[in-house]
């Protein structure tokens, strides 16, 4: 088996890795050579969840490439699974393989199991973001420490979500768990404090990485923008908006 990533046949890609070893565990040799190939378009290893979205669309894809019948959530575990021995995700998996938009998950567990409530968002919003350099969370989240203080600061937000689950509440409940968990380095804080006082809404740590997204009205997002490229040209600045399309197989994917 053998995978690129943009291109890169050097890139690490151990979860996508992982995801497929999991999948393939067993299987008859008479599958034969399985090369992935996949291009990303957001930064990695820096809190978008690339590693999430590349290892369930890599056992999607292979599971349709080699007829493998199983459910959607049966093949989000595969990768799901990966993330955890990996430690490169916070339960990622268990959201995008079948939700869209924004919210925050409320039961956690697998794929399947997890719980998520989302929330409604203005058709103007857009996320900002700033990308400085990729983050190796699998140290961090090894901590025994900075688990705890995870499972605590996600306890408070969570409970103020459940009272009022509103994306106001859940981008103030981020900024606070963002903050407190201390993970912030100093570029990270100038990121913050940039968009805010160009016009963010909200603007917080990604989880984790040396980046930011920050929360604007349409009308504001090229101030933010500008905001960020200012403070370094090392910064990579994006915009998007809220996405409301499930995971799933194309038709090129899926052979058709």
């Not at 963010?200 to 990604?206: C, G, H, M, P, R």
Request: no cysteine; hydrophobic share 40%; net charge neutral.
């Amino acid at each position: 088996m053998s995978t690129t990533v943009n291109g890169d046949q050097s890139y690490d890609a151990r979860t996508t890795r992982r995801s497929l070893e999991l999948l393939l565990e067993g299987k008859k040799p008479s599958l034969g050579e399985i090369r992935l190939d996949q291009m990303v378009e957001t930064p990695i290893g820096s809190g978008f969840g690339a590693s999430a979205a590349g290892a369930v669309s890599a056992v999607y894809a292979v599971a349709a490439s080699t007829n493998f019948k199983a459910t959607k959530s049966a093949l989000a575990l595969f990768a799901h699974r990966a993330e955890i021995i990996e430690s490169t995700g916070l339960g990622t998996v268990s959201v995008i393989y079948d939700s869209a938009g924004a919210g925050a998950i409320t039961v956690p567990g697998e794929p399947g199991v997890a719980k998520f409530i989302a929330v409604d968002v203005p058709r103007d919003t857009r996320i900002v973001t700033g990308y400085l350099a990729p983050f190796d969370k699998k140290e961090a989240l090894s901590s025994k420490a900075v688990t705890e203080k995870i499972n605590r600061l996600g306890r408070v937000a969570l409970t103020a979500f459940l009272a009022d689950p509103t994306l106001d509440t859940l981008a103030q409940e981020g900024e606070r768990f963002s903050k407190n968990l201390g993970l912030e380095s100093p570029e990270v804080k100038r990121m913050v404090k940039a968009a805010k006082t160009s016009g963010a809404k909200y603007a917080s740590q990604n989880m984790i990485g040396y980046s930011v997204h920050a929360l604007v009205d349409s009308d504001e997002s090229r101030r933010v923008e500008e905001s960020l490229r200012g403070l370094s040209t090392a910064i990579r600045v994006d915009t998007f908006e809220v996405g409301n399309r499930k995971a799933g197989l194309s038709a090129l994917a899926a052979g058709d």
